[in-house]
């Protein structure tokens, strides 16, 4: 039997073809053949999703009594892009192949060469080549970083040659119109980070919450960005969810509080079930035009270490633009020190789709047992039972002697308390498998001793080993496994 703790490497087509078959993710629109990037979230992913976002929701302000929470509308007037750098700075380059026809960012061209050389073990010519790349985009030198790519013989993945257009930026923000009548529209953008809505709201939290500094900001919503190239499933998406804090700080403490939030937020990863060896930091070369220092926490996905949550420190870049647009002050007046000043913010800012596909990554497991004629393999979902989407399934062996109704009433007590499935027909050995395949915890199966003493049998998801308890001690087990104070046991 395989080990089931230890890290298997299924490749992503298994992963992203068991999210659509068990109802956990779908393409948009599928029955017009998809749109590119865009996904939808099954009767499990929606579950899962909301799982993970509640419980980033709650670590932040529930464990921390300086953060509070704020959910800001997604469109926002345009001066605040203007503001945050976004309108002239939030640019990808792209360069496409007049041979393939295949669009392209020439950084991840660049990057993904320097990682095959890296795994070629040339990893100072590797360093080199993304260092220069750092170099000619820092300098906005598209036309050098054409010739760079020619020059390095970075070629088309499709086409296998260097025949490229021009590189030429490329603004990742989608826009559209406010206002019924063409002439008085006004363009407005979706918004590309939720941060800003954070940022526009400083003032209004931190008075109407009597917040004082130190203290955070926590937002959940949608952002969108029109990525060029699109892939590798929900990884990069046009439209996705952010988890994103903004720690307003003295300026000159920003060392301080960037390790302390690099650090909670590692701790964050692990307890919600990652191995430490799959997580890593990686600090950003290339800074984006907010940042004085920056860290990716990336997780080791099938395709390689990605990022899946960045750490930035941001000085008073963005509340400084603020308040130069707005005309508005943004200042807070520090008691302890008798002084006013525009506070520096230390963010942190997770994609809710990455962590997700992150997770199912995590847990996809394939066990197999017998040997000869006989292997079985058994695949399963390992989820953290806080994050699972369904707790339990309730299971009467037989669909006849009274067993389907003691089924019925436990599910009616639980109900209230757990995502719970009810299930009566086909084979047990047929139903456990497939709760295995949505990641249920804990199956609970009623049998004929049930209606002698009132004891059912738990079978475990992971070991599958059965343990019999009294129906009336299943709530306390249940809740005692999903809670979420397990998790938080460990930060
Ligand atoms: N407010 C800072 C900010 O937005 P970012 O590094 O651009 O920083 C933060 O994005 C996180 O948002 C990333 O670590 C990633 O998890 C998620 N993210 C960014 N772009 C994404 C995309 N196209 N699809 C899915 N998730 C994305």
């Not at 980033?56 to 464990?63: G, S």
């Not at 953060?67 to 503001?83: C, E, N, Q, R, S």
């Not at 309730?394 to 719970?420: A, M, Q, S, T």
Request: glycine share 6%; proline share 3%.
């Amino acid at each position: 039997m395989a080990n089931n703790d230890s890290q298997q490497d299924f490749g992503i087509k298994e992963i992203v073809a068991h999210a659509k078959e068990y109802g956990f993710v779908y393409p948009s629109s599928e029955i017009y053949d998809g749109l590119q990037a865009v996904y939808d979230y099954g009767p499990y992913g929606a579950e899962l999703k909301k799982n993970l976002k509640d419980l980033w929701w709650q670590a932040m302000i529930k464990l921390n009594e300086n953060v509070v929470g704020l959910d800001a509308a997604i469109f926002m007037h345009p001066l605040t892009w203007k503001a945050s750098g976004h309108i002239d700075s939030f640019n990808d380059p792209m360069v496409d192949n007049k041979d393939s026809k295949k669009r392209y960012r020439a950084d991840v061209l660049v990057e993904d060469h320097a990682a095959l050389l890296s795994a070629q073990g040339q990893t100072e010519k590797a360093q080199q080549l993304v260092s220069e790349m750092n170099r000619l985009l820092d300098a906005n030198d598209l036309t050098g970083l054409r010739q760079f790519l020619m020059d390095e013989k970075i070629v088309c993945p499709v086409s296998g040659t260097t025949n490229w257009t021009d590189v030429r930026q490329f603004n990742l923000m989608f826009s559209t119109q406010v206002g019924s009548v063409a002439e008085d529209a006004n363009v407005i953008y979706l918004r590309p980070e939720t941060a800003q809505g954070i940022f526009v709201n400083f003032l209004n939290v931190q008075k109407t919450a009597r917040m004082k500094i130190p203290f955070g900001i926590a937002q959940i919503g949608k952002a969108f960005r029109n990525e060029i190239v699109a892939r590798q499933f929900i990884f990069r998406m046009r439209e996705f969810e952010q988890m994103e804090m903004q720690f307003f700080i003295r300026p000159g403490e920003e060392s301080q509080w960037y390790e302390y939030w690099k650090d909670v937020r590692m701790k964050w990863h692990k307890a919600l079930g990652i191995p430490a060896e799959n997580l890593q930091f990686h600090d950003h070369e290339k800074l984006a035009h907010y940042a004085a220092a920056a860290v990716d926490i990336e997780y080791k996905f099938p395709f390689g270490f990605k990022e899946i949550e960045g750490i930035h420190s941001r000085t008073d870049f963005d509340l400084g633009n603020h308040q130069s647009l707005s005309k508005k002050k943004m200042q807070y007046f520090d008691p302890q020190i008798n002084q006013n000043y525009v506070p520096y913010v230390v963010e942190t800012s997770a994609g809710a789709d990455r962590l997700f596909f992150m997770l199912l990554c995590n847990g996809y497991k394939e066990e197999t047992t017998g040997e000869g004629d006989d292997v079985k393999t058994r695949t399963y979902l390992k989820f953290h039972p806080a994050l699972a989407p369904v707790k339990a399934a309730i299971l009467p062996l037989v669909k006849k002697d009274g067993l389907p109704e003691i089924g019925r009433k436990v599910f009616e007590d639980l109900k209230y308390d757990f995502n719970l499935i009810y299930e009566d027909s086909q084979s047990i050995g047929k139903r456990y498998a497939r709760q295995d395949l949505i990641g249920t915890p804990f199956c609970i199966a009623i049998d004929h001793q049930t209606k002698e003493d009132e004891t059912v049998t738990i079978r475990h998801r992971d070991s599958m080993e059965q343990e019999r308890v009294k129906i009336a001690e299943l709530k306390d087990k249940i809740s005692q496994a999903v809670s979420i104070k397990n998790i938080f046991k460990e930060l």
